[in-house]
């Protein structure tokens, strides 16, 4: 069935992955646009190009260089990965969340997801590092759910439920770890639509209105499929620009880009400092 990923096609990308790796990674970690600079702190690293990998699906976003890290941070065993795809590239979003099934079939307890945001909560201000504690699903609730098809039930149940999608342990240590910092670490909710365009003032005012703090084209769907198979989530949200609530600035991937040159520093800091702590 076109769109929906087989058990086999996930087999066989998590095979790829063990013969080009010894390694046992037990995080994952997703890095958004203009993050991928994070990944160099990795030591010891094996790198696997994603377009090596079968059926996985190819990025052509620029930002996202399309590579597996796997290697250590802080003592802790992780496989990075640089860059993700999105919906928007024509993908389905069980195509978009293969990885995430990769991850679970090579045993990983954790995902950490990061993601370029646009502000929507005034006090946000590009630069800034939000701590998701929830989001909203916007894209899934009209339709295009990642667990849509046949379930996998190797991974978890056909209802999973979706009250703690971010874990809550996990939240309190980077709380810990921002404040010994003296990072300023916002936190809110996450929501995620399709794009690939930018959202309108009046499309803004609306997220606003329903609750939501930063807008970005991902990371909720790679969250659902993690919870699904049981995987404990810490997500945070580099915030790119100023929420545009009233039609006066122009967005551009560009200054998406721009932001994470200032983002990477404190969000490897909160990284690794939970990673640290992790026992």
Request: charged share 20%; hydrophobic share 40%.
């Amino acid at each position: 069935m076109e769109g929906f990923v087989t058990l086999e096609q996930i087999d066989a990308a998590t095979d790829f992955v063990r013969k080009h790796t010894k390694q046992q990674p037990r995080i994952g970690l997703i890095l958004g646009s203009g993050l991928g600079a994070l990944a160099d702190a990795v030591e010891g690293a094996d790198i696997i190009a994603t377009a090596d990998i079968p059926y996985w699906p190819k990025s052509t976003v620029p930002g996202h260089q399309g590579r597996l890290v796997i290697g250590k941070l802080e003592g802790q065993t992780v496989m990075v990965l640089q860059g993700r795809t999105h919906y928007y590239e024509g993908y389905s979003m069980a195509q978009v969340t293969m990885p995430i099934r990769v991850m679970q079939r090579l045993g990983m307890e954790m995902l950490f997801v990061t993601n370029a945001a646009g502000a929507i909560h005034p006090d946000y201000a590009p630069g800034d590092v939000m701590l998701i504690t929830d989001n909203i699903n916007l894209v899934g609730m009209a339709g295009l759910n990642p667990l849509y098809g046949p379930n996998l039930d190797v991974f978890g149940d056909r209802f999973p439920d979706m009250s703690q999608m971010y874990d809550r342990e996990l939240m309190d240590l980077a709380r810990q770890v921002s404040k010994e910092q003296k990072t300023t670490l916002h936190e809110g909710v996450y929501i995620c639509l399709s794009g690939p365009s930018f959202e309108s003032p009046a499309d803004l005012r609306f997220l606003r209105a329903i609750g939501a703090d930063a807008v970005g084209m991902s990371t909720a769907p790679e969250v659902i499929v993690a919870r699904h198979g049981k995987m404990r989530v810490l997500g945070f949200s580099g915030i790119s620009n100023k929420a545009n609530l009233d039609g006066s600035t122009v967005t551009t991937h560009e200054e998406v880009l721009e932001a994470g040159n200032v983002i990477v520093p404190k969000l490897k800091g909160i990284i690794l400092g939970v990673l640290q702590r992790l026992k």
